[in-house]
Nanobody
Framework: QVQLVESGGGLVQAGGSLRLSCAAS????????MGWFRQGPGKERELVAV????????SYKDSVKGRFTISKDNTKNTVYLQMNSLKPEDTAVYYC???????????WGQGTQVTVSS
């Protein structure tokens, strides 16, 4: 069993920055990749960024490219999401997820609220 715990959400003005963290614990952690998802008010959950756990390859949703950066620290089993130049439309609950099975995300965190005021 793997537990994921997010932290770092909060309220920020437009143009500001936040860094989210997601710490994995439980059985010896090994994953194909980690992802950050978000679900805004009245919206479906969407994938924001992913990172390969072994090779560090990254991919981003178009609307966050150049503003968000996903990174990881394998020694700490932690993945980060640095969010800069935040916009009100980035307001959402952000979730991290771990893919230990190819093609799906098996474990999810509880989510952390990010609110961007205009």
């Amino acid at each position: 069993q793997v537990q994921l715990v997010e932290s770092g959400g909060g309220l920020v003005q437009a143009g500001g920055s936040l860094r989210l963290s997601c710490a994995a614990s439980g059985r010896t952690f090994s994953a194909y990749g980690m992802g950050w998802f978000r679900q805004g008010p009245g919206k479906e959950r969407e994938l924001v960024a992913v990172i390969g756990w072994s090779d560090g390859s990254t991919s981003y949703k178009d609307s966050v490219k150049g503003r968000f950066t996903i990174s990881k620290d394998n020694t700490k089993n932690t993945v980060y999401l640095q969010m800069n130049s935040l916009k009100p439309e980035d307001t959402a609950v952000y979730y991290c997820a771990a893919s230990v099975t190819i093609g799906r995300y098996d474990y999810w965190g509880q989510g952390t609220q990010v609110t961007v005021s205009s």
